[in-house]
T-cell receptor, first 113, second 116 residues
Framework: LAKTTQPISMDSYEGQEVNITCSHNNIATNDYITWYQQFPSQGPRFIIQGYKTKVTNEVASLFIPADRKSSTLSLPRVSLSDTAVYYCLVGPYNAGNNRKLIWGLGTSLAVNP | GAVVSQHPSRVICKSGTSVKIECRSLDFQATTMFWYRQFPKQSLMLMATSNEGSKATYEQGVEKDKFLINHASLTLSTLTVTSAHPEDSSFYIC????????????FGDGTRLSIL
């Protein structure tokens, strides 16, 4: 399973765009890249997932270069409620529900007023 | 979207008590569920993989007799912490996969277990 590396912490201000980069140098061909958000005393919440190029949904964008050895989660115009820990994970493509994920320490994002 | 419900959200009990935590997939069937433990300021650590209709698969260092897992139906997995001690105090989280091979895992809101 691929290991990921993220900054331990980041600081931002309300209204700014925040980009969190994750390195996964030994990502496998069948691995997807998934980002989760976790608030204190809550379970992780799915943000976005991608395989290559760019993926966008209503809350974030995910940029993946051609070599797939890194990815960048982009949060547009953050608010105070975006203060959380953000995890980048890569996991094997498996049939059905069998996706064993290895979690790193994540990036603790603090959004200031 | 897929919803995973975990109950109870918080448990405080005396040392030696056994505690059962339930994890339910509310709008999809899950042949596999995962149980994690998270200590303060640390990441999620996978404890075991719960398989419907068969024995759970435990990660190295996790005592299977201590953490009993039952996955009797496609929508319910339970984790029982037997004879809990203060060192078992932690945040326990379950997850279940979405339908489809590349669908993300969905997580319950966790159970804060405090053993006095």
């Amino acid at each position: 399973l691929a290991k990921t590396t993220q900054p331990i912490s980041m600081d931002s201000y309300e209204g700014q765009e925040v980009n969190i980069t994750c390195s996964h140098n030994n990502i496998a061909t069948n691995d997807y890249i998934t980002w989760y958000q976790q608030f204190p005393s809550q379970g992780p919440r799915f943000i976005i997932q991608g395989y290559k190029t760019k993926v966008t949904n209503e809350v974030a964008s995910l940029f993946i270069p051609a070599d797939r050895k890194s990815s960048t989660l982009s949060l547009p115009r953050v608010s105070l409620s975006d203060t959380a820990v953000y995890y980048c994970l890569v996991g094997p493509y498996n049939a059905g529900n069998n996706r064993k994920l290895i979690w790193g320490l994540g990036t603790s994002l603090a959004v200031n007023p | 979207g897929a919803v995973v419900s975990q109950h109870p959200s918080r448990v405080i009990c005396k040392s030696g008590t056994s505690v059962k935590i339930e994890c339910r997939s509310l709008d999809f069937q899950a042949t596999t569920m995962f149980w994690y433990r998270q200590f303060p300021k640390q990441s999620l650590m996978l404890m075991a993989t719960s398989n419907e209709g068969s024995k759970a698969t435990y990660e190295q260092g996790v005592e299977k007799d201590k953490f009993l897992i039952n996955h009797a139906s496609l929508t319910l997995s339970t984790l029982t912490v037997t004879s809990a001690h203060p060192e078992d105090s932690s945040f326990y989280i379950c997850s279940a996969g979405g339908q489809g091979s590349n669908q993300p895992q969905h997580f319950g809101d966790g159970t804060r277990l405090s053993i006095l």
